[in-house]
């Protein structure tokens, strides 16, 4: 083994230039980034920020302090202000790579202006490789929090590997310590390092571990950094809008008394342990190990190129094997180089790569081998879950690419600085995945999840339930309502969380909001609208606790509720049996005949038929009510298989506001595809209206309804859904409810 080059054979960091290129990489984010929310998660957190709520297990409270204090800044609207915080942490960790690959190439490269060159490419490589960017332009994860967390940790790691006996080396792992408990309050995701430091501190000092007055320090520094926890248990006692989990036995008021009790310490654990995400043990795999490492790989090609399209496998493969081969390159000349920062950062990328597919113990992905059919798969393409590990990859792959770099200088006949500028054309490979990346990862101008949240929340009539289904037809709701102030009276009631308890008691806490016909569509400013003075539910505390969490049903039921005699069919229900979520939707229902109008989403697919309820369906635009008696045809409303009856009058005044079409067509692509079912509900609601208005002669007004559904169409890439568009629509596939938040339990038969 090479001796270990000591601490004063490497050069001062460079602190100013690091700065210089996460302001770079801040500025690229900054052009690319959402001006409002997006799909998935993006509008959860937003909303947790600006409330200071409590997003879905474990509840992130780092990340909701973060987030409020961003915020709160005057620049921009609330979303642009959370995006940001996004886009400085992923910056910033741009940045500390510099200072890793500078600090790599300092005892090898004895020219700065050439370690600058190195650092810079590594710097580009990780802000751009397709998730990490995806990621850093909106808040759609907290994991840009933690790749912060991530890379200062491996820089401190590094500092201490040059002088593990320095007067400051103590202080250095304590410090590392209190940012991993920290980073762990933001996420679990923080403790990914752990690994790696401990691996480090073996490999260069083994007797630390024998000092005990150190390891208690570290340990207590550790334990302090997760004391942002805390907050969740004094938060979710007032009872904030967002309050997922509820991990507090403060049940009617706060007090000492049910702050400190055991019901709160049961929550909070359940809470920052993910019992509620059910998965199963490492023994019990959810696919084959080597197609979850497929899963790795598909999204590893994803970084260079992301080709939504399908158009250039060939090019994308060759850029991943190309990246690939750099990266393991980058790690022998790593371990020739820099021995000390080796015993680290090879580890790490072990920690981040097989080691976290391992854990991760993923379903088959949902772009992963379309061809195979019959396998269970994740509800949406879980890249995210490996942004450290092609961030850290980027490092490597930007030390290979520095290498051969230095391979082409060593065999030029040229002298001096002339060497190095002429084989700098190389170190172009490193603004490939800027170039290739920047359609498909870039945010800008991206309005439709915000203008789909306010025309479907606009398509309810006032104090109205709105039943929805997963994350994409109910996040972006509460975002609209909670930060943006849009259609508050609207009660939204998503079923995969209407199987967790503590939602249920969140839905009767609820306050009635009054309308304001003013701000609402103009379809509703003349209408008269009362506001209920009776709860949403007529259930207890007590009987909303009793209701089980399924009912094992083999034949068709009678619901009765007013007129509707409605005849569920457990056969045609997800799992084949009435569940919680079902049972109350339906006392939804019973209770609110005549007080609150109940909708479903379009999305919902064939929910509305597995309840027996289409002979009630009336259909105004987004959202399909449940009437009181049977519907009869008319002028005004015309049947359709599948949808009940469509309000055509109704539908055409709400689609006259709708928001999104325009925006859906402007952006002019739906990169991700599991999500497919938002724009398609617009495409399927143009081709109803088309087919209903030909049918009754308006030939020009059907035309005009086609061509927006066209027009798309071929926007989102989705004319394969449907083969006429002269037939009557197709219904929206119904978006999957996340399986980590409150699904039903399947049962044995």
């Known amino acids: 083994m090479p001796p270990m080059p000591p601490a004063s054979a490497h050069a001062r960091p460079s602190y100013g230039a690091a700065a210089v290129a996460g302001a770079v990489v801040l500025l690229l984010y900054t052009l690319t980034l959402a001006p409002t929310t997006a799909l998935w998660d993006a509008s959860e957190y937003i909303t947790a920020a600006y409330t200071l709520g409590i997003p879905h297990p474990p509840g992130n409270p780092l990340f909701v302090l973060l987030g409020r204090v961003a915020s709160l800044v005057p620049a921009g609207s609330v979303a642009v202000r959370v995006n940001m915080l996004a886009a400085v942490c992923s910056a910033f960790s741009a940045a500390i790579w510099f200072l890793v690959v500078e600090r790599v190439l300092s005892s090898w490269f004895p020219i700065r202006w050439t370690r600058l060159a ?29 790749l912060a967390f991530f890379a200062v940790v491996s820089w401190l790691t590094v500092l201490w590997c040059d002088d593990p006996d320095g007067r400051r080396a103590d202080r250095l792992l304590v410090l590392i310590a209190y940012l991993i408990g920290l980073g762990y309050a933001n996420h679990p995701a923080g403790f990914l390092v752990g ?43 007032h009872h904030p809008a967002l309050n997922e989990g509820e991990p507090t036995g403060c049940v009617d008021r706060i007090g000492v008394r049910c702050t400190f009790s055991a019901t709160t310490y049961t929550r909070l654990m359940a809470n920052v342990n993910r019992d509620q995400y059910g998965k199963p043990s490492l023994a019990q795999r959810q696919a084959p190990f080597e197609a979850q490492l497929g899963m790795w790989w598909l999204y590893f090609k994803w970084q260079w190129l992301r080709d939504s399209t399908g158009t250039q496998p060939g090019t994308q493969a060759v850029l991943a094997m190309l990246f690939l081969a750099l990266g393991v390159a980058g790690g022998v000349v790593h371990w020739r180089h820099d021995r000390a920062s080796f015993w680290f950062f090879g580890p790490l990328i072990v920690t981040v790569t097989v080691v976290l597919v391992y854990y991760m113990n993923f379903k088959y992905g949902a772009s992963q081998s379309p061809e195979l059919t019959g396998v269970e ?6 890249d995210y879950f490996y942004l450290w590990s092609y961030s850290a990859w980027s490092v490597w792959s930007a030390l290979g690419l520095v290498a051969l770099w230095r391979a082409l200088v060593d065999r030029l006949r040229l002298t001096g600085t002339r060497r190095w500028v002429s084989a700098m054309p190389v170190l172009l490979l490193g603004v490939v995945p800027l170039a290739t990346n920047w359609r498909d990862a870039s945010r800008a101008g991206e309005m439709a999840p915000r203008e789909w949240a306010r025309d479907l929340l606009n398509s309810v009539e006032p104090y109205g339930i709105l ?6 037809d109910t996040f972006p709701l509460w975002y609209a309502q909670q930060v943006e102030g849009v259609r508050p009276d609207v009660t939204v009631a998503v079923t995969s969380l209407l199987n967790t308890d503590w939602y249920i008691r969140s839905l009767a806490r609820q306050p009635i909001v009054a309308y304001d016909a003013a701000r609402g569509p103009a379809a509703y400013r003349t209408g008269q609208w009362t506001m209920p003075r009776t709860p949403l539910l007529s259930l207890t505390r007590e009987q909303m606790d009793a209701i089980p969490e399924y ?55 064939g929910y509305l038929q597995a309840l027996g309820l289409e002979p009630y369906a009336v259909s105004q635009g987004l959202a399909t009510k449940i009437m009181t008696a049977p519907v009869t045809a008319s002028a005004d409303l015309i049947p359709v298989r599948g949808l009940g009856h469509v309000d055509v009058p109704r539908t055409r005044a709400l689609w006259a506001e709708y928001g999104a079409p325009r925006a859906i067509i402007a952006r002019g692509d739906w990169v991700d595809r599991p999500s497919i079912s938002i724009p398609y509900a617009y495409i399927s609601s143009a081709l109803l209206l088309s087919d209903v208005l030909r049918s009754t002669g308006d030939s020009a007004a059907a035309a005009r309804y086609q061509g927006a559904a066209l027009d798309m169409a071929r926007a989102t890439r989705t004319l394969d859904l449907f083969s006429d568009v002269g037939s009557p629509a197709p219904a929206p596939p119904s978006p999957s409810a996340d399986a980590r938040r409150g699904t039903p339990i399947p049962v044995s038969p």
């Open 195 to 237: 690994p790696a430091v401990g691996v480090a501190v073996l490999a260069r000092r083994p007797r630390t571990v024998l000092r005990w007055r150190l390891i208690l320090a570290a340990v207590l520094a550790l334990g302090l950094g997760v004391t942002p926890f805390a907050v969740e248990p004094i938060r979710a006692a």
């Open 551 to 605: 009912v094992d049903l083999r034949t068709p039921q009678l619901f009765q509720a007013g007129q509707i005699r409605a005849v569920v069919d457990p056969r045609r229900l997800e799992y084949g049996v009435p569940v919680r979520s079902d049972l109350l939707v339906l006392q939804m229902l019973r209770d609110n005949i005549g007080v609150r109008p109940l909708y479903m989403a379009r999305t919902s697919g």
């Open 467 to 472: 039943i929805t289904l997963g994350d994409n």
């Open 377 to 382: 798969r994740e509800v949406r393409d879980r």
């Open 118 to 146: 190195g650092a810079s490419v590594a710097a580009l490589l990780s802000a751009t490789a397709f998730t990490v960017w995806n990621q850093s332009v909106v808040n759609e994860k907290v994991y840009t929090v933690s």
